[in-house]
């Protein structure tokens, strides 16, 4: 019981990180987020905040 607690609060702990970094992204505040940028500069506006690591195939089974 104990470890699918553990499991569970890391799960919503990993959400709750990828939201607040989604909710800051650059991308969001754009009209059109999935088009690819215009110039070099926008390029390094939009990769300068932190990248988040995912996990490998291996540790999300």
Do not use: H, K, W
């Amino acid at each position: 019981m104990a470890r699918r607690l553990r499991q569970v609060i890391g799960d919503m702990n990993y959400a709750q990180q990828r939201l607040i970094a989604r909710l800051l992204s650059y991308d969001l505040q754009l009209g059109q987020p999935d088009a690819a940028p215009a110039t070099y500069a926008e390029f390094l506006l939009r990769t300068s905040g932190p990248l988040l690591r995912e996990p490998s195939a291996r540790e999300r089974c």
